[in-house]
């Protein structure tokens, strides 16, 4: 999972452990008869991820959330490199009054920088769920995700080094100029050298193919459904289920790199209450899940800077918090058609990180708690009774959904269309 300042695409962060959620697989403690085996493939392909939702619920551009200020305070803290650090210095040692508010340190400003971009996101997951007696159900779902992430680089502000410079005239020192007349000059070009030197990789692009968090689960029947099917009918079903850390986990050298998940073992419950009128049926879907501790690598920053030395790199323990959601579901099935409208409330509690090496991990850990409020409308396509009545060769059953997020905090564009297909086939444990 991406954590701390570090601005690379920051909104990914709860990218699996939300966007894949657990409420698609409980499902099959109802749909997967005993002794059947459950097939499942799908791709879910994500609207271009340029937007992000802040801490305060406000829907920003991702330049918004991704910038360094390049102030004479920030310089002295290496954000602009080690040139610019070093002309910082050089201004804090020849001003007689450097902490003074009119002091060369704090008056040189060489702007901003505006860090945008974009990220592609497509995730296909594969599963199965064995159908066992009572109304229960074994599945495995793992998903495979696809991200492309690019960045793009805007300086932005005025740049008074070149005033300063004028100013001091032959007061100042021939490596004072120098350094003042090479920031009048700083570049795009110039930043993104200075934060390779950071031995930060990935700076324009970075890819990632491959799995993301594996989950596994046990769906049953509480209060399972009678057999009259009578209108009026209350149902319970429950689910327990474990995330193995299968995902990559934030490189803290790689600049664009995107965490696709937790690095953490995860334990999880959920139930689902249901309520049924022919052929509505209202739900209720709630779930939990807790981590194991971790350890993991990190940059740690000294005070708030964006770009974190290599020096600062250290293991960390990590307590990744609570994900939990709860959600209201209305569907109607008619025959071999059933569409779905979903309204889902999700959030990730604040993790807690502590190392050894001194620093503000309370920086690392503000942007962990996160919050979604989504729509969603889901419609299902079944052969299955037609395939009991002896009218298709085939059951199958797919799903097409679309799934929008209308409210979040510190979290993504969680916009997606899914399709998504299920067959079923005999096992030898089938009963007559």
Do not use: C
């Amino acid at each position: 999972m991406t954590r701390g300042p570090k601005w690379s695409f920051v909104p990914l962060l709860m990218l699996v452990s939300l966007a894949l959620s657990k409420e698609a697989w409980a499902q099959f403690a109802a749909v997967v008869p005993e002794g059947v085996l459950a097939i499942v493939g799908a791709h879910r392909s994500y609207t271009n991820q340029t937007h992000t939702w802040d801490s305060k619920g406000k829907r920003i551009p991702l330049s918004s959330r991704a910038q360094l200020r390049f102030d004479g305070e920030h310089l002295l803290r290496g954000e602009g490199g080690a040139k610019l650090q070093s002309l910082a210095d050089e201004l804090r040692r020849f001003d007689p009054n450097p902490n003074n508010s009119t002091s060369l340190l704090k008056r040189l400003n060489l702007g901003s920088l505006n860090v945008g971009g974009q990220a592609e996101l497509n995730i296909q997951y594969f599963g199965f769920a064995l159908g066992l007696p009572k109304g229960s159900a074994f599945y495995v779902a793992a998903p495979l995700v696809d991200i492309k992430a690019r960045t793009t680089f805007k300086l932005a502000g005025t740049n008074n080094a070149e005033t300063i410079r004028e100013e001091l005239g032959s007061l100042a020192y021939e490596e004072l100029r120098s350094g003042l007349a090479q920031a009048a000059q700083l570049t795009e070009r110039d930043v993104k050298a200075s934060i390779e030197a950071a031995e930060y990789t990935g700076v324009d692009s970075w890819n990632y193919r491959n799995l993301a968090d594996v989950i596994g689960g046990f769906a049953f029947d509480v209060i399972p459904p009678s057999e009259t099917d009578q209108d009026g009918e209350l149902t319970l079903q429950g689910e327990t289920f474990i995330s193995a850390p299968t995902g990559h986990v934030d490189n803290p050298d790689v600049l664009a790199d995107v965490g696709i998940g937790t690095g953490a073992w995860g334990l999880g419950l959920g139930l689902t209450p249901s309520l049924k009128w022919k052929p509505f049926t209202l739900s209720v879907e709630g779930n939990a899940m807790g981590f194991l501790p971790s350890r993991q690598k990190m940059r740690i920053p000294e005070v708030d800077e964006t770009i974190i030395p290599a020096s600062r790199r250290a293991w960390v323990d990590i307590q990744t918090g609570l994900d939990w959601g709860v959600g209201a579901v209305i569907d109607a099935k008619f025959d071999w058609f059933q569409p779905q409208y979903r309204l889902t409330f999700k959030r990730h509690e604040r993790d807690l990180i502590k190392g050894k090496l001194s620093g503000n991990y309370d920086a690392l850990m503000r942007t962990t708690q996160k919050q979604q409020i989504e729509q969603g409308l889901w419609f299902y396509f079944s052969t299955i009774d037609l395939f009991k009545e002896k009218k298709f060769p085939l059951p199958l059953r797919l799903k097409v959904a679309g799934n929008n997020l209308f409210k979040g905090m510190n979290s993504f564009e969680n916009n997606f269309f899914e399709i998504q297909l299920v067959s079923f086939l005999p096992t030898p444990w089938m009963p007559e």
